[in-house]
């Protein structure tokens, strides 16, 4: 019967130990900047709250761009830099965040793609952590 | 009757216990991106879920830490802590298993490659001290 009861309270006290760290859990991630995410990443979460909203550059292959893409985004891969930035650099406004993505977290186009836009310096200039898995997943 | 050298012992369990994991979810805290990552590394949880527990494990860890050091909602602090810890002693043995360098991201992220027996062995000896502290409150004390 005692250890029923020690069981029960337990249960109970693991209940609000649950709860109770939901709550900050819920204010951080409200809080949370990607940009304190360093190496240049931001989180999924961040980009759909982020005002105004930034300019999705899409690195991956054309065939996967021409599938399915975020919408509203732009292709551009290094391989083909000179045809597809003209439309990039039309639309980006000044100070806007450009948030490029790839296949995955592992893949190296977006950031090799970040790292160039970066040299325009028009506005800040970030990789979709996770990348098209991760816009896939949410 | 317990001795003063003792009763010192168990209190110094209790917190040196309780404070490991205010420090480790405090570094989670701290740096939830790079927490996030290490979740990812184990490729067990799809990116929401990865990055929902990165944001509520920090937390979840804290309390249950406190609740351990300081004796408040203690048997349930012990019970998720020991949990939590089977949990990351599953997830090691599964990257290890599966030949992962990742970071074990038991203390945040970003820790370098992990050493997979020398976190086994310290999650084995922080899950024998939960043991040990709910044994004792088992007996009433």
Redesign the interface.
């Known amino acids: 019967m005692a250890r029923l009861a020690s069981l029960r309270r337990g249960v109970k006290q693991a209940v609000i130990l649950l709860v109770a760290a939901g709550l900050p859990a819920v204010v951080a991630s409200l809080l949370f900047k990607g940009e304190a995410a360093g190496d240049g990443e931001m989180l999924l979460a961040v980009a759909l709250r982020h005002q105004p909203p930034p300019l999705w550059i899409d690195a991956r292959p054309a065939a996967e761009y021409d599938r399915e893409r975020v919408p509203g985004a732009l292709a551009l891969r290094q391989e083909e830099w000179e045809t597809l930035v003209p439309q990039v650099l039309a639309r980006w406004q000044p100070e806007q965040t450009a948030l490029v993505y790839c296949d995955s977290a592992g893949s190296q186009a977006s950031r090799e793609v970040a790292e160039r836009l970066r040299e325009y310096a028009l506005g800040p200039v970030y990789v979709l952590h996770g990348g098209w898995k991760a816009w896939k997943q949410k | 009757m317990e001795t003063k050298v003792m009763r010192f012992f168990w209190t110094a369990l209790r917190f040196f216990t309780g404070g490991l994991f205010v420090y480790a979810g405090v570094l989670k ?1 701290r ?4 927490f ?2 290490a979740v ?1 590394n184990y490729q067990l949880l ?3 879920l990865a ?1 929902a527990g990165a ?2 494990l ?3 860890e ?3 830490g406190l ?1 351990v050091a300081f004796k408040r ?8 802590l020991s949990l939590l810890m089977l949990v990351f002693v599953a997830a090691l043995l599964s990257a290890w298993g599966r030949g992962l360098n990742i970071d074990c991201g038991c203390f945040g992220g970003d820790g370098g490659p992990a050493h997979y027996g020398v976190a086994l062995v310290r999650d084995a000896v922080i899950l024998a001290a939960l043991g040990l502290l709910a044994w004792r409150h ?1 007996r009433g004390k």
């Open positions: 805290a740096d939830p991106a790079a996030v990552r990812e799809p990116h929401a990055l944001f509520y920090p937390y979840l804290i309390f249950c609740g909602l203690y048997e349930g602090a012990l019970g998720l088992a």
